[in-house]
């Protein structure tokens, strides 16, 4: 029997609450439940036969399957590697740490919920991404992204503040996942996420502070259990501006978190660690330090001393940099990967009806000038837009029919950067 709303003496039997301050209550012979306690029951009932590893079924009406629903096929670290190899150039050390990350993390999710009382669990290893703005960080997690049959999540963390305060909470980092496979809570908690700009949220000085940080030392304080595994509430819309959206239980301990940040200055407090300014009779050992590339020397004491807690810094065991590109790297990205930028700009002026030609001494001038300027492979784009801007601003609006091309060497390339105007079109 079922009672709505007529005032009688009824309580719930669970809660103690009253007839009148539940919306259903539900009586039996000897006593009443109402709706909270009917679906907390259920919890109760769905984490008992997770234990036991009974396998439920989905209910059809929910419509919470997605294409991270079927089983997990292993990727051998090679193969990640190869694939991407195919859009990124270099950072070789980088692509095996990562390679390695995820299969490991596949293996995990293979033997979660298969293990017997005498196996050995493994646990999960976070892996931090040092490296200068521009050498392929996102990039290589968005790659990576294309191969996975896992979510995988991109997020940044300069939009987050401690709670309570104007910004985004750390739990926010989950609703994102969560959108990604389609509110899939079971597929979610076996994803991957990637969290962008970490170095954003390091606090101003090593030493704690007795005001609060709070967008730095309050954010890593809220992502310590996060990333080293628990059940967290998350809105599934994410953010603040939908208060009355129901939270959904997330269990962390099966997400790999990748972060990735510039860490800009970072060099100055691993040169002091090296001692690379030592003069007179120990010159000798500092000799072999290449202080050209001093992000190689990296590790977790000069993370901490940037900013990251030591809570923080130990939960990501894995730290690996990234090596800062040079002539040949920068040439070998305008030209070399699949999506490669030479290639796009020749595929904008193809669908002008025009044949784009940049010649190898007009690559070089650019990947020269990426390299004076220091902003790394997004400086290849920003350069190669101001030498073509006048060329596709003209090309639209030109005579169609015959077929042309433009040819770039490295003088247009020069006069393009100081301004001139754009050279004539030559008929193919």
């Known amino acids: 029997m079922i009672n709505r709303g007529r005032p009688t003496q009824h309580r719930c039997s669970f809660c103690g609450r009253s007839e009148e301050e539940v919306m259903i209550l ?25 234990k036991a590893g009974v396998q439920q079924e989905a209910e059809p009406s929910e419509g919470k399957s997605s294409r991270y ?3 997990i096929h292993l990727i051998p670290p090679r193969d990640i590697k190869t694939f991407l190899d195919q859009y ?10 990562l390679a390695v990350a995820v299969y490991n993390h596949y293996k995990r999710l293979q033997q979660y919920g298969n293990t017997t009382p005498d196996d050995v669990e493994i646990e999960k290893s976070n892996v931090l991404f040092v490296g200068q703005t521009g050498t392929g960080k996102t990039l290589l997690a968005k790659t990576i992204a294309k191969l996975l049959n896992v979510p995988f999540a991109i997020v940044d963390a300069t939009i987050f503040t401690e709670a309570g305060y104007v910004g985004e909470d750390v739990e926010s980092i989950l609703s994102r996942l969560l959108q990604v496979c389609d509110f899939d809570v079971e597929a979610a908690e076996r ?11 390091a606090r101003k000085q090593d030493n704690p502070s007795i005001t609060r940080d709070v967008s730095g030392e309050g954010v890593q304080q809220g992502m310590l259990k996060m990333l080293e595994g628990a059940e967290v509430l998350v809105p599934p819309q994410g953010g603040r501006k939908h208060p009355e959206q129901k939270l959904v239980k997330i269990n962390t301990q099966n997400i790999l978190f990748i972060a990735g940040g510039a860490f800009d200055g970072i060099e100055k407090i691993i040169a002091r660690r090296v001692n690379t300014q030592i003069i007179g009779f120990n010159k000798k050992e500092t000799e072999r330090i290449d202080k050209e590339n001093l992000l190689q020397y990296v590790s977790h004491q000069d993370v901490k001393s940037y900013g990251l807690i030591p809570e923080l810094v130990g939960r990501m065991p894995i730290i690996v940099h990234l090596d800062p590109l040079d002539l040949v790297a920068l040439r070998r990205i305008l030209t070399e990967p699949r ?3 030479i290639r796009q700009y020749e ?15 007009a690559i070089d001038f650019i990947a020269e000038k990426a390299l004076e300027y220091k902003l790394g492979a997004r400086g290849l784009r920003s350069l190669c837009e101001a030498i073509l801007t006048d060329a596709m601003f003209e090309i639209p609006t030109s005579t169609k029919g015959d077929k042309k091309q433009l040819n770039i060497d490295r003088e247009y390339a020069e006069e393009k950067l100081e301004g001139a105007r754009i050279g004539r079109l030559k008929a193919a």
Not at 88 to 97: E, L, M, N, P, S
Not at 192 to 200: A, M, Q, R
Not at 347 to 361: R, S, T, Y
């Open 26 to 50: 539900v009586s039996g012979m000897d006593g009443q439940i109402c709706e909270t306690c009917v679906e907390k029951a259920q919890e109760i009932i769905d984490q008992e036969l997770r």
């Open 69 to 71: 629903s079927g089983p």
């Open 88 to 97: 990124v150039i270099g950072q070789d050390d980088a692509k095996k740490v």
């Open 191 to 201: 994803g991957i996420v990637y969290i962008d700009e970490i170095d954003k949220i």
């Open 339 to 341: 999506n490669a930028l």
């Open 347 to 361: 595929k904008l002026f193809a669908l002008e009806g025009v044949q784009l030609n940049i010649l190898p001494e």
